[in-house]
């Protein structure tokens, strides 16, 4: 026969695969793409830069994600976190932290850098999962917050770490703590006499006792005030 009968169901079904196979490349395009721009992150993330200062179009930015550096070392402070590069963090940056990264590149048409994060100082590999917090700079001190990750910090960490905030905590605690211990020396111990002058003595001995070892067991085991430490990527300071 010279002509044969076209079907038309058979005709559809090679289109179909034709543009199902375009798709897929398309998809597979995407998708490489996509992980490309994973790992490019990633390899940002866990190199040493210098850059303070990155180009976002302001008014796409949330105001209340912007925090300028005398902030973040208050709060740094306060609960004896550190802020450092996201190079020395060893725990594991989640998916949700890249993703954001990639929606801001996209939204502000750049590429990010100088991405730092505040954590406990163990969760970073300083040289000699509680609650860390992904920023990219903005300039002039500020810092945009992009993620946040992990467990709430305990409620009384900024109590706990209130006595090696500073030196002047330092020495206040160190002077209640010596009050509650000549408090509790029975009497007659260093002098047959219970007076004033006795018990301030007393006090003296107990408060330079109690420095006297507090900071030598400081100063063994390299530790520092929290005012001292916030920004360091040393383990022993």
């Known amino acids: 026969m010279l002509f044969e009968k076209v079907n038309i169901e058979d005709k559809l079904k090679s289109i179909a695969n034709d543009k199902e196979a375009d798709l897929l490349n398309e998809v597979k395009s995407i998708l490489a793409a996509d992980d490309y721009k994973d790992a490019q992150i990633l390899d940002t993330l866990s190199q ?51 993703a954001k990264i990639k929606q801001l590149e996209n939204d502000h048409n750049t590429q990010l850098h100088g991405f730092k ?80 002058a006795n018990a301030g003595i007393v006090f003296l001995f107990v408060f330079k006792s109690v420095v006297a070892a507090v900071m030598y067991y400081g100063y063994l085991s390299g530790r520092n005030f929290s005012a001292a430490i916030w920004d360091s990527k040393y383990y022993n300071t």
Not at 50 to 67: A, G, H
Not at 163 to 184: G, H, K, Q
Request: net charge neutral; proline share 5%.
């Open 117 to 196: 994060i505040i954590a406990p100082a163990k969760l970073f590999k300083l040289e000699h999962y509680d609650d860390p917090l992904l920023f990219a700079p903005i300039g002039n001190g500020y810092y945009y917050l992009i993620h946040k990750w992990g467990n709430d910090l305990n409620a009384f960490r900024r109590l706990m770490m209130w006595p090696v905030r500073d030196f002047e905590n330092f020495v206040f605690c160190m002077f209640i703590l010596s009050i509650f211990l000549t408090a509790a020396i029975p009497e007659g111990v260093f002098s047959s006499k219970a007076n004033a």
């Open 48 to 98: 040493q830069n210098e850059i303070s200062e990155n180009q976002f179009i302001f008014d796409k930015l949330e105001t209340n994600r912007i925090y300028h550096i005398s902030q973040i070392k208050k709060t740094c402070v306060n609960y004896r976190l550190r802020f450092l590069d996201t190079k020395l963090f060893k725990g594991e940056i989640p998916y949700e932290a890249i």
